[in-house]
């Protein structure tokens, strides 16, 4: 089955560095991932949609230049927490799906996710 | 946007109990998925179901997406089914998988 691996599983970093969160699918090429955030007790909340050799789409409130996407190949989505602050500490999750055909996601594909990654910064 | 809602928030189980976990969504939707979050934070893929009925052991779901609701089933529970159970519906106007807020179980040996 689809495999999703994001790396690192957790982060302590200090406030005002930035910090990287890669998302890699290891048996499938994914023309689209999604970058979630968990808050305790919470839902998860979609923070941005990363589209293969394109701009990421970000949900309303989310800030692109705080939150940088970069989809740059099939396999691989990167997520870096610039300037990062203590409410910026979360549980980061992203999901991919098998790219079919010449089409990108829709909403009959079965999304797979990652581990997650928690950051925390002091 | 589409509002997905579940029932109940939490849950407590005995050993051995069976329980209905229930998710209503406000718009029609062609993809829903059941999850598992275990206490690590992994989501599990439990049911892509987005009509009809599925098994899988000592869980079924089913999906009525006439009347916008879906529902999970877990027979004879155990202590390794707790953990919050999520279910996800693609709103196709919005292209996304939008997630309701979670039922948490806990199983009581």
């Known amino acids: 089955g689809a495999v999703v691996s994001q790396h690192p599983s957790w982060v302590i970093c200090k406030s005002g560095t930035s910090v990287k969160i890669e998302c890699r699918s290891l048996d499938f090429q994914a023309t689209t991932m999604f970058w979630y955030r968990q808050f305790p007790k919470q839902s998860l909340m979609l923070m941005a949609t990363?589209?293969?050799?394109?701009?990421?789409?970000?949900e309303q409130g989310v800030e692109k230049d705080k939150f940088l996407i970069n989809h740059a190949s099939l396999t691989l989505s990167t997520l870096t927490v610039t300037s990062a602050h203590p409410e910026d500490s979360s549980f980061y999750i992203c999901?991919?799906?098998?790219?079919?055909?010449?089409?990108?996601?829709?909403?009959?594909?079965?999304?797979?996710f990652g581990a997650g990654s928690r950051l925390t910064v002091l | 946007g589409i509002q997905v809602e579940q029932s109940p928030p939490d849950l407590i189980l005995q050993e051995g109990a069976n329980s209905t976990l229930r998710c209503n969504f406000s718009d029609s939707v062609n993809n829903l998925q059941w999850f598992h979050q275990n206490p690590w934070g992994q989501l599990i893929n439990l049911f892509y179901i987005p009509s009809g009925t599925k098994q899988n052991g000592r869980l079924s779901a089913t999906t009525v997406a006439t009347e916008r609701y879906s529902l999970l089933y877990i027979s004879s529970s155990q202590t390794t089914d707790s953990g919050v159970y999520f279910c996800a519906v693609f709103y196709n106007q919005g292209g996304k998988l939008i997630f309701g807020q979670g039922t948490e179980l806990s199983v009581k040996p």
């Open positions: 990363s589209n293969e050799g394109s701009k990421a789409t970000y």
């Open positions: 999901s991919a799906t098998p790219k079919i055909g010449l089409g990108g996601f829709s909403g009959a594909n079965v999304l797979t």
